[in-house]
């Protein structure tokens, strides 16, 4: 397996879930994988899962110190940045009656905001032939009760690929949203606090679900191959939906 070889990719929300198991696939792949999250046990483990060919550094995406400073690391060890993953997310509910300034502007600063900086940090590192995954989600295109920001942020990234694809015309870089429906992931403990107990939350997501089951993070990494590598070589701006039909019925 060598859709990746030689490539180098840096994944935030790397320690952990969609971005561990992305970082994983990468890596077998042939891609060399800096991931960044800000707990350090997280990271030793998710270097000891990936097992080689990683780089972890500790960081918070929503700090602009130190996103200069996975900049300065990738451009330190390898010189050049092939793919950007933005993966580091947070979900949190808040309905509108009882939404509060500090609740959105926490779900904003990290799904928002934080991605924008990223790419504007990495970006004098990028290849031409360089790709950026923006990982979305499939509630980026539905109404969810409780769900206003966090909503919102996600269809921002859509956003973003549509404005940047056209600002990367004359670099050969690629930008796509990839938009996972419920995935199996420490996350749902999250929306399960929010929303009531886990097997009721997971129960009522599956229900929506044409495939009847929520997603692997494998199978979430696996379209990320697809957007990173050669194979989605004529695909910017778009939007990749691996939402077992939650978002398309
Ligand atoms: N799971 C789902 O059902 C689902 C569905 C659609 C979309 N998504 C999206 O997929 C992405 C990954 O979600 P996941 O399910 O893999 O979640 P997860 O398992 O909870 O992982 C989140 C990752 O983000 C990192 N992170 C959180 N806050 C950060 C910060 N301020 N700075 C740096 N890193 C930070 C976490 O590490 P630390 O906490 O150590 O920082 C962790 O590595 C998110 O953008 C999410 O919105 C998930």
């Keep these: 397996m060598s859709a990746l070889k030689g490539k180098v990719a840096v994944i935030t929300g790397g320690s952990s879930g969609i971005g561990l198991a992305t970082a994983k696939r990468f890596v077998e ?61 947070i979900t949190e509910q808040g309905y509108i009656d009882t939404i509060t300034p500090e609740h959105f502007d926490k779900v904003f600063n990290l799904n928002a905001r934080a991605p924008v900086f990223l790419v504007n940090k990495l970006l004098p590192l990028m290849t031409g032939g360089g790709s950026i995954i923006l990982v979305s989600s499939a509630m980026h295109l539905m109404g969810i009760a409780g769900h206003t920001a966090y909503a919102a942020t996600k269809a921002s990234l859509r956003s973003y690929a549509r404005t940047w694809a056209a600002e990367f015309k004359d670099r050969g870089i690629r930008v796509n949203t990839l938009s996972p429906g419920v995935t199996d992931t420490p996350m749902l403990d999250s929306q399960a606090a929010g929303l009531g107990d886990y097997e009721t939350v997971v129960g009522h997501y599956k229900s929506m679900v044409p495939l009847g089951r929520l997603a692997q993070a494998e199978e979430i990494a696996n379209a990320a191959v697809f957007l990173g590598s050669d194979q989605s070589s004529y695909v910017t701006g778009s939007d990749l939906m691996a939402d077992g039909g939650i978002g398309q019925v």
């Design 29 to 89: 792949e042939g891609a060399y994988v800096f991931i960044s999250g800000r707990r350090q046990a997280e990271l030793d483990k998710a270097v000891s899962v990936i097992g080689k060919n990683v780089t972890a550094i500790r960081a918070d995406v929503t700090n602009q110190d130190d996103l200069s400073r996975i900049a300065v690391a990738v451009k330190a060890e390898k010189g050049v940045v092939d793919i950007v993953v933005s993966s580091a997310g």
